[in-house]
């Protein structure tokens, strides 16, 4: 016998926490090709505590020879009382393929690479580099004068 009150209950509470929106980006990378891995840990540098990733996305390529791997690392947010607001670019924009191919977050060795490859239009049209018409390039919370989160937190890090 279901408890029906219990069920409308732990519903409610659902929607109030972030579980649902990790398990829909989860699908939504699931669903482009990705290995999608939920609730895994890293160890925090700066406090040296064990932080949970909340979805980690990687897709793997053989490009011209070269085996690529694309990994996202996902820190899933929502807020009703300040939205997270993403800016866009306008539909109508057109660039380069090779524009966003090469401001991709890699080592220096990627970078390299990457700049070596973005000559290649067979590379930079394909699946694994392939940017939707619209994407964001820019996010904060709404309603908020501090610091810019996302740009702190990301810009405190380094890549080697």
Not at 81 to 87: G, I, R, T, Y
Not at 119 to 134: E, I, K, Q, S, Y
Not at 139 to 158: C, E, G, I, M, Q
């Amino acid at each position: 016998m279901v408890d029906e009150a219990l069920c409308e209950r732990i519903n409610k509470w659902l929607s109030e926490q972030g579980y649902p929106l990790e398990m829909q980006v989860a699908r939504a990378f699931q669903d482009e090709g990705f290995s999608v891995s939920t609730s895994e840990y890293y160890l925090d540098p700066d406090e040296n505590k064990p932080r949970e990733i909340d979805v980690l996305a990687s897709l793997q390529e053989v490009i011209n020879g070269v085996i690529f791997q694309l990994v996202y690392t996902v820190e899933c947010k929502s807020s009703k009382k300040n939205p997270w607001v993403c800016f866009c670019a306008s539909t109508s924009q057109t660039r380069e393929p090779s524009v966003g191919f090469v401001a991709r977050h890699a080592t220096a060795q990627g970078r390299d690479m990457l700049r070596e490859l973005s000559c290649n239009p067979d590379v930079t049209t394909g699946h694994m580099f392939n940017l939707p018409d619209r994407h964001a390039y820019g996010v904060t919370n709404a309603f908020k004068d501090r610091l810019d989160v996302p740009y702190h937190r990301f810009s405190r890090r380094t890549f080697a």
